[in-house]
Structures are given as structure tokens and as C-alpha cells.
């Protein structure tokens, strides 16, 4: 992964706020640019890796970048509104002020997946990650097999970008299976775990890439079945979330045994967390 | 220190003020031991005041105490709380600052940090091995910390070899002590008359130059090499490997998690003593006005609440989970971050916990004892 060493332990740069959407109650999307020109043409990131976000007199959080990696204008964050620095975010309108360092950490393995079919599976609200993945693939479609989007929430409620759930269900070779918790009026999707789901799942397990994001327990499950329809280790992988202070390996609040998830993370393969994941208390 | 190929000079006791003299001319600022509340700390020396003597460290779980010592040496004390740790890693500091302008634009910038050039005088084997280790956590090629790598380049040590551990001390058996293998700029091994000394550095031969001093005999080398043997045969507590990564890891429902954590009071003295521990919290500091606010860092514990803080999740909810966390980063971790494990045996984790907890016993309860407990 090629480091930015003009942003990275700080201090932040200064960015600002070029548009906002509110996607749910709770979930909005802030498009950034960085106010040096030359420090926003030269960003370059991969889907999956994290930039800091600094909220003046408030803090820094870590927020995965959903934005498209080569569109050079514009660093996109889709945001959940939940603490201090979260909710404080969710207040900034179009020509507010943020600070940014990042990009940091390894992103998803798609510049190597060469015509396999890819399968993304998120649970929660741990969606921003793999929308952009989603985008990713099917703005370069040719590039990949099938796509399987699997997804669960909580509640349906909690779904954000229905419709284009509904539209991604009808494209050629794409599947979408989405599950909630807890059902809604006219909620087309499956009323039920997530896991419930996988069986359902049509890909080639031997030319497949399958990449998780969500609460661990989902993690453990959806590799559990994968690898259990015969999906190599080595195709699996998935994104990790822990404290971050610092964002640049040295706080020490992300480490999960001998990895920094911050720098050798977010986005792991199976094999390197694998035993560790069951374990409550890394 | 003991390299053939280093010119060896013997310093006798009165000469050591002399010593001090011509490291102050070469600008440094002497750190050394001090006697506060009972313990030897580390602090900024006066030009007019001597080293403490005649002191040794008793140290046992949860318990520091200083006795005599009958031979009257300057360094027969093992060691303190603190070690090069705060030098170099400050317990709390500024990283940045931010202002913000009237039309809401923010301007950062980053804090210059205090590096003033010091000499530290009495620095032990364990406690070189442990910058060691931190050198290699915050100078990363590239990517070094620039707060840590300011004040590090400003570094002169003076170290000293332990004739006299402590009951807590456990570095022979992790490879680090007790004579100072590399890392200083001049070692001492004190002897009744005086000290052997060795320059590891250009800078620590420049001040040895001037101080125009004989030649150590065979008989002096000889008798500190000796006493570093002793000192190292003279220690009870070890480990019991220098890679206990796998073995630890294979025993993660070990039941002696739980036995250590009804003992644990998580207060986090042990991760604030530990040369090796590197966390730290970030947190922001806005000024009053509002025009403008501070961003700093300060040192954290994985026995606190908020380390493995994540939004409706506590991943370290209970100490077993803390305590573990802590136990298997220094032991196996530490491996795989950075190629050896991150306890350099220095025992003050031991002396220094409140409740008594000993580092070694644990370690042994761990690895000696089957892992029968399943969660
Ligand atoms: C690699 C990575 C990518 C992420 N991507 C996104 C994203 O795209 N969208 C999104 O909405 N959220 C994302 N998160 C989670 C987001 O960082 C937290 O929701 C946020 O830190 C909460 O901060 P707060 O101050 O609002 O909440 P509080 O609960 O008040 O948190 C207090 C502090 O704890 C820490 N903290 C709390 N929760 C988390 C967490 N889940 N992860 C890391 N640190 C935490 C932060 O330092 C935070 O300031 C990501 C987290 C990680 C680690
Ligand atoms: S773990 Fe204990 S004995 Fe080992 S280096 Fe840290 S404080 Fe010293
Ligand atoms: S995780 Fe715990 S043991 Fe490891 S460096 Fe941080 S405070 Fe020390
Ligand atoms: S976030 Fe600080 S070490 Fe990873």
C-alpha cells in the first residue's frame, strides 16, 4: 500500500464540506474536499481504507471512505450519528469546516480479483464499507463474475439506499438478498437473521472472493457457511473495527493480538484473524 | 559492555563529579537518581548536587523500600518506577493545535516539541533494551513520531551495570541485563574504588577524553565482569523463555485468568511503570474563547475503561479480559510486532502493583498448569 506522507499523524489537513445527505435518520453522507488543491489531487485511496476525521474542539473518529477511488475531486464518508464526534458531524452543512488525515490502513483486494465472482456480505449498520465496493464493481462490471450482495440490519428502518437495493436486484448476473430483524409494512426483503440467507447465495465457491463487514458474531457466521460451501480461506476476507486514537499505529487502542488494525487492517484476511476472532476480549 | 576491542578506563568515586562536569560542558542537562518519597526517581540534577549513595533497592511484590548498603556505592539501588520512558514518550503532551477563523476556517499546526539535550545518568541494561523497543514502535522507517524521535536524538546515556538486583528483577533470564549490552554512550560498572567505564559513541568518547583517565587493569575488568555474572546467578525470578507467544496463546481460557483477575484491581500502575507500554489516549483541549484548541496525547492503560471503547461495545469489558490483554501483548504480541517479546525483565510491574501480583508467577501459573477451562 503506498503511504501519503504528507497526511498522516497529523495534524490534520483542512477540508470542507461540499454537500450533505441525509440517507436516514440517523445516517448522513458528507462529501469532503481538502482546501489545498494540490493535497486533494493528490489523494488516492482504496475502498475499505479509513480516513480521520477531526470535528473542531471535539475530536478525530475513524470513518471508512465510500467515495469512488477515481473520483479525484471529492472524498465521500457516509456517516452514523451515535456519539460526541459522530452527532457533532451530522450538524455541518455544505461550506463547514473539518480536518482530515488519511488515507490509512489496507483496503479490499479488488485490484486482484481478476472475472472471480464477489460476494459481500454486511450485517448492522456496517454498510458504507461495501456500498463502495458495490459501486466499485459495477461501474467496472466487466472486470468480475457475479455479484452477491448479502446484507442484514436490525430493523427495516435501518436500511439506507432501498432503492437502489430494489435496482441492484435486477441487473444481469447480480444478486441481492436482504434480510432485517424486525420486518416493516411493505418490506420486500426476508424477515429473519441474515444467516438465514446464505443458502440462498448463488456463486461459484471455487472463483469467488467473498468479503464480510459487521458485527463479528455475523463475521464468524457468514465464513463459517462460505468456507463451508467450499469457498477457499484465501478468498475470504473481511473489515475490523476497534477504538482508534491515533489512526497511524501507535496508540496502541486498535490492536487485535499482534496486529494493528489501523495498519495492518482494517481489511484482513481470514487466516490472519481467524483465531483470534472467537476469542472475547481482543 | 566487555567488548575486547573497547578502550576501558577506570574512573575512581571522587572523579565521578568530574564526570558529571564534562558531560554538562558538552551542553547536556544531567537527569539522574534522586531520592523522593521514598523511591529513586529520575530527575533534572543540580550542578551543585551529588548522587545519592550508599542506597539499595528492596523490592518485592508490592513493596518498594530503600536500605543501606554496607559498600557504600552510588548505584547499588536496582532501579525506580520510572525509566527512560518519560524522557522520550512524555506522560502527556500536545501534538497539535487548531484555529479557527471568524469565517470558520480552521488553520493547523503542529506543536514543537521540548526537546532539550540530557544526559541521564544511571540507566540500566533493562531499561536500554526497553528504548530499544520503543525506538522501534515510534521510528518506524518513514514514519517516525516526531515528538518521540525530537527528544530521543537528544539522548546522552550514562549506564550503569546492576552488581545488586533487586528480588523483582528477572532480566537475565529475558536476555537484557544485568550488564549493559550496547545502546549507551558510556557504561559504568561500579567496583568499591570506582567505576570501569566504556564509551559506546563518539559522543560518549569525546567526554571521556577529557577527563584523561588511566587505563582499567586486567584485575578491575576482570572483578566487574564478575560481578555482572553474579548479579545475573544471583536472581531468583525468570521466565521461562524468551518466546512464549504459541504457549500463551494456546491458553486463552486458561483458569488462571480468572484467578489473577479476582486479585486485579485494573488500577493500570503496571502498563504506567512498564518501559515497553506504549498506548495512549487523544483528547482535545478547546479553549475558552473559541477561537481555538489543542489537541494532545496521554498515556493510557489497556486496564482502563475506555481503551477497548466501540460505540455500544466494550471489547475488554471485565479485568480477566484486561489482564489477559495485557499479559499476552508483552509476551506475544510484542512478537509479532516487533520480532521479541516486550518485557525486558526490569520487575517493576511486580513491585509496583498494589495488590501484589507477580508478573513471573503468573507466567508460571500459565504455562506450568494445563489448559483444562473451556469458556
Ligand atoms: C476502520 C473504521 C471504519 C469506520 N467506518 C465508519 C463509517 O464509514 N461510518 C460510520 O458511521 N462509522 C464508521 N466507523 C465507526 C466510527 O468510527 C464510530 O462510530 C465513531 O468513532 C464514534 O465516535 P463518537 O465520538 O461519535 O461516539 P462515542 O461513543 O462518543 O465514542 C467515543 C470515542 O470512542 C471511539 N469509538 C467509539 N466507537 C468506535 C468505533 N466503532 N470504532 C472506532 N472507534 C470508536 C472514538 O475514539 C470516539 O471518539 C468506523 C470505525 C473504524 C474503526
Ligand atoms: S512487563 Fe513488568 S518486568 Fe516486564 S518490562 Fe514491563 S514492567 Fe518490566
Ligand atoms: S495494550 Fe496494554 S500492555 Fe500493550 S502497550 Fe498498551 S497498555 Fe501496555
Ligand atoms: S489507531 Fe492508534 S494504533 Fe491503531
Redesign the pocket.
Known amino acids: 500500500m503506498t503511504r501519503h506522507a504528507a497526511i498522516d499523524a497529523g495534524p490534520p489537513h483542512a477540508a470542507t464540506v461540499v454537500s450533505r445527505v441525509q440517507e436516514s435518520p440517523t445516517?448522513f453522507t458528507l462529501r469532503l474536499r481538502l482546501d489545498d488543491p494540490a493535497a486533494q489531487a493528490a489523494f488516492r485511496f482504496a475502498p475499505g481504507q479509513?480516513n480521520m476525521l477531526y470535528l473542531y474542539g471535539?475530536?478525530?473518529?475513524?470513518?471508512?471512505i465510500?467515495s469512488d477511488p477515481e473520483e479525484h475531486g471529492i472524498i465521500g464518508?457516509?456517516?452514523?450519528?451515535?456519539?460526541?464526534?459522530?452527532?457533532?458531524l451530522s450538524a455541518l452543512q455544505p461550506g463547514d469546516r473539518v480536518g482530515l488525515r488519511g488515507p490509512f490502513?489496507r483496503g479490499w483486494p479488488l485490484q486482484d480479483l481478476g472475472g472471480n465472482d464477489v460476494v459481500l456480505v454486511t450485517g448492522g449498520?456496517?454498510c458504507?464499507?461495501a456500498v463502495s465496493v458495490i459501486h466499485y464493481v459495477l461501474r467496472r462490471r466487466a472486470r468480475f463474475g457475479r455479484l452477491v450482495i448479502i446484507q442484514g440490519v436490525k430493523h427495516a428502518d435501518d436500511l439506507i439506499w432501498h432503492m437502489q437495493y430494489e435496482q441492484w436486484a435486477k441487473l444481469p448476473d447480480t444478486q441481492v438478498l436482504v434480510a432485517a430483524s424486525q420486518g416493516a409494512a411493505f418490506w420486500p426483503w426476508h424477515v429473519g437473521r441474515v444467516t438465514e440467507l446464505f443458502g440462498l447465495a448463488r456463486f461459484n465457491p471455487a472463483r469467488a472472493v467473498a468479503m464480510l463487514c459487521g458485527p463479528e458474531g455475523m463475521m464468524r457466521a457468514a465464513a463459517e457457511s462460505l468456507l463451508g460451501r467450499g469457498l477457499p480461506e484465501a478468498h475470504l476476507y473481511l473489515?475490523?473495527?476497534?477504538?482508534?486514537?491515533c489512526g497511524v499505529g501507535r496508540c496502541g487502542h486498535?490492536q487485535f493480538g499482534g496486529a494493528f488494525?489501523?495498519q495492518n487492517?482494517?481489511v484482513f484476511n481470514w487466516a490472519e484473524v481467524r483465531d483470534l476472532l472467537g476469542h472475547r476480549g481482543f | 559492555m566487555f567488548n575486547e576491542t573497547e578502550h576501558t578506563v577506570f574512573l575512581p568515586h571522587d572523579r565521578l563529579a568530574g564526570l558529571l562536569a564534562a558531560i554538562r560542558a558538552g551542553g547536556w542537562q544531567c537527569v539522574g537518581p534522586r531520592v523522593e518519597q521514598g523511591a529513586i526517581v529520575m530527575a533534572p540534577l543540580a550542578e551543585s548536587e551529588g548522587l545519592p549513595r550508599g542506597l539499595q533497592a528492596d523490592q518485592a511484590p508490592g513493596q518498594y523500600r530503600l536500605g543501606a548498603d554496607a559498600k557504600q556505592r552510588y548505584f547499588a539501588w536496582a532501579n525506580g518506577p520510572q525509566a527512560l520512558k518519560p524522557l522520550v514518550f512524555a506522560p502527556q503532551e500536545t501534538l497539535w493545535r487548531v484555529a479557527r477563523g471568524t469565517d470558520g476556517a480552521l488553520t493547523f499546526e503542529a506543536a514543537v516539541p521540548d526537546a532539550p539535550k540530557r544526559a541521564v545518568i544511571g540507566v540500566r541494561a533493562c531499561d536500554l533494551a526497553a528504548l530499544a523497543l520503543q525506538d522501534a514502535h515510534f521510528l518506524r522507517k518513514g514514519w517516525d513520531d516526531v515528538h518521540y524521535a525530537a527528544r530521543r536524538a537528544q539522548l546522552f546515556l550514562v549506564a550503569v551495570q546492576c552488581a545488586v538486583p533487586a528480588a523483582t528483577c528477572f532480566c537475565a533470564s529475558t536476555g537484557d541485563g544485568p550488564t549493559p549490552g550496547m545502546g549507551y554512550d558510556l557504561a559504568l560498572a561500579e567496583l568499591d574504588a570506582g567505576f570501569v567505564v566504556v564509551a559506546g559513541s563518539a559522543a560518549g568518547r569525546a567526554v571521556l577524553q577529557q577527563l584523561d583517565l588511566a587505563a582499567a587493569t586486567p584485575a578491575q575488568i576482570g572483578a566487574a565482569r564478575e560481578q555482572g555474572d553474579a548479579a545475573a546467578a544471583a536472581q531468583t525470578r525468570r521466565l521461562p523463555g524468551r518466546d512464549l507467544r504459541d504457549t500463551l496463546m494456546a491458553r486463552l481460557k486458561h483458569p488462571q485468568w480468572d484467578a489473577v483477575a479476582a486479585r486485579c484491581l485494573a488500577c493500570g500502575s503496571c502498563t504506567a511503570v512498564c518501559p515497553t507500554c506504549f498506548c495512549h489516549a487523544e483528547h482535545e483541549a478547546p479553549a475558552l474563547d473559541g477561537a481555538s484548541s489543542h489537541h494532545a496525547r496521554e498515556w493510557d492503560s489497556c486496564f482502563g475503561e475506555?481503551h477497548g471503547?466501540?460505540?455500544?461495545f466494550n471489547v475488554r469489558p471485565d479485568i480477566r479480559t484486561r489482564y489477559r490483554q495485557w499479559l499476552t501483548h508483552k509476551l506475544a504480541g510484542w512478537h509479532d510486532q516487533f520480532g521479541r517479546s516486550g518485557c525486558v525483565g526490569c520487575g517493576r510491574c511486580i513491585a509496583w502493583c498494589p495488590a501484589g501480583i507477580d508478573f513471573t508467577a503468573e507466567v508460571a501459573a500459565l504455562t506450568g498448569a494445563p489448559d483444562v477451562k473451556e469458556a
Open positions: 445516517i479509513f471535539v475530536g478525530e473518529v475513524p470513518v471508512s465510500m464518508h457516509t456517516i452514523r450519528a451515535i456519539g460526541r464526534v459522530t452527532r457533532g490502513g449498520l456496517g458504507a464499507p473489515s475490523m473495527e476497534r477504538n482508534m486514537q486498535c488494525v489501523c487492517g482494517p | 475506555t471503547h466501540l460505540h455500544g
